[in-house]
């Protein structure tokens, strides 16, 4: 099992955009559910959104409306596209792997939302 590995994080101003995309192993992805956490400075991880195997998508209150989850498994990749982005989505991003041998997280990127 490969650690799944995060990209597209960076710095944005208020109402810009960012995608987030996470590559994950290719082998069981068809079969993985996908979900996206974030991690604020003094806070503890949360859930921001997921995505199971067949497709169904959950997310957080605060992102609904403005974040999309979806996945490409030709290409085992999840993404995160983050619309209309606030300075409180300023945190770093995690991808999580769901399999049922185990979890795997990636090491997170940067996101940073300011003017």
């Known amino acids: 099992q490969v650690q799944p590995v995060e990209s597209g994080g960076g710095l944005v101003q208020p109402g810009g955009s960012l995608r987030l995309s996470c590559a994950a192993s290719?082998?069981?992805?068809?079969?993985?559910?996908m979900a996206w956490y974030r991690q604020a400075p003094g806070k503890e991880r949360e859930l921001v959104a997921s995505?199971?195997?067949?497709?169904?998508?959950n997310y957080a209150d605060s992102v609904k409306g403005r974040f999309i989850i979806s996945r490409d498994n030709a290409k085992n990749t999840a993404y995160l596209q983050m619309n209309s982005l606030k300075p409180e989505d300023t945190a770093v991003y995690f991808c999580?792997?769901?399999?049922?041998?185990?979890?795997?997280w990636g090491q997170g990127t940067q996101v940073t939302v300011s003017s």
């Open positions: 999580r792997q769901i399999t049922g041998a185990g979890d795997y």
């Open positions: 290719g082998r069981i992805f068809r079969l993985s559910a």
């Open positions: 995505i199971g195997s067949g497709g169904s998508t």
